[in-house]
Each structure stands twice: as structure tokens, then as C-alpha cells.
DNA sequence: CCCTGATTCGC
DNA sequence: GCGAATCAGG
């Protein structure tokens, strides 16, 4: 596949959007995720906030002229910490207080100081499909939710797949950390 | 592990 | 110009 002024288009139109690399690759079809990104590049527009008449585009350099041989050195850092979950918790619900050393902005205070009902009714409907791993089965990459009571049998945890390096699934995300204020307009 | 974009450099 | 390999980070 070449780089046709249609399938150019197509590429900025979306990256304009804020499509990843990844999803135009995909919706063009016969490039990768690469490809597409070294297009960006050499069409310039790599940052997404083009300079409107202004030249600020001030990277930081990076001066890693590896040599371009074999094996590179990958760092193994080999950090495992499972964490302490359940531990007489019955209640892990982090409660966020005004836990915030005065004096500071905040900015975004839209005092809703409350789970939002969506985030609960979320956390219902993956609880469904928790996975239900024990505390020996959660990996990095493992929804580290505790549900149920750690004194029965009735205790698991949520198991489902994170995604950075959030320790909960985006469900429980969404109940474990306030989000600063419901995002429910898009901008489109 | 999944994902993201950024960069390099042989082609 | 192209994009795989790599880098760097969430």
C-alpha cells in the first residue's frame, strides 16, 4: 500500500480527531501503527497542537545515539511487590477526604464528593464478570479489587484485566478514585 | 501484558 | 519517502 493523497486525508482527518496511531492504521488497512506514525512525522504534524504561527515546539533533546548492534541492554529492574490486599479490610472502599495540604489551587473542585451512581453500576455489572482469583493469582496486570468478605469463602478478587499501570480495572477505577468531575460532554 | 507516540536508520 | 525496530512511557 502506498501513501495516497485519499488515504493521506484519511490519516489526518482522523489524527486530527485524536484517533491513535493504531486505529488509523487500522481503519487504512495494509500499514501498521508505525507506518502511520512515521507518516505523521514526515507530514509534520506530529504534535497534535500545531503551532498556530508560532514556532514553540521546543523538544527536549535526546542524545541516545545507540549503537544499532544486537541485544540492547534492557533494564530488568525484576521489582515485585504483590502488595498487601486483604487484611482485615472489610470495608476497602478508599474514602477520599480533604486530605489536601492547604494553601493549594485545586482546581477542579466540582464538590461531588460522592461515587457517582454510573461508576457503581459499573462495578455491579464487572463484579458479574470478576474473574474471581485468589490473592496468589493476581499478576501486574490483574484487577487487585478485593470482593466479598476476607474472613469466608465469599472473598475473591476482581481479576479482570487493567489497563496502564492502574492496580484496578477501569470500572473500579472509577470507584476507587474520584474522577475529577464527570466527563459526560465530548467534545465533537 | 496491554497500550500510546517518538525516534532512528537501512532500505 | 517509507516503515520496522526500537525507545520511552502510561
Known amino acids: 500500500m502506498s501513501w495516497t493523497d485519499e488515504r493521506v486525508e484519511i490519516l489526518k482527518k482522523m489524527w486530527g480527531e485524536g484517533q491513535s496511531a493504531s486505529q488509523i492504521a ?87 464528593n460522592e461515587i457517582s451512581p454510573e461508576a457503581l453500576a459499573k462495578v455491579n455489572e464487572i463484579e458479574k464478570k470478576s474473574k474471581k482469583i485468589s490473592l496468589m493469582e493476581l499478576t501486574e496486570r490483574t484487577c487487585k479489587w478485593p470482593v466479598g468478605d476476607p474472613a469466608t469463602e465469599d472473598f475473591w478478587f476482581c481479576g479482570l484485566p487493567v489497563q496502564a499501570g492502574k492496580p484496578y480495572c477501569e470500572a473500579h477505577v472509577g470507584v476507587a478514585f474520584q474522577p475529577m468531575s464527570s466527563r459526560r460532554d465530548r467534545r465533537r
Not at 33 to 40: E, L, P, S
Not at 55 to 79: F, S, T
Open 26 to 112: 487500522k481503519e487504512l488497512g495494509g500499514v501498521t501503527r508505525n507506518a502511520v506514525i512515521g507518516k505523521v512525522h514526515r507530514l509534520g504534524l506530529s504534535n497534535r497542537a500545531g503551532s498556530g504561527g508560532g514556532k514553540a515546539a521546543a523538544k527536549k533533546e535526546a542524545p541516545k545515539v545507540e549503537a544499532k548492534a544486537k541485544a540492547p541492554p534492557r533494564a530488568k529492574p525484576a521489582d515485585a511487590k504483590p502488595k498487601e490486599p486483604a487484611s482485615e479490610a472489610k470495608t476497602i472502599i478508599p474514602m477520599r477526604k480533604a486530605i489536601i495540604p492547604a494553601g493549594q489551587p485545586l482546581p477542579p473542585q466540582p464538590s461531588a
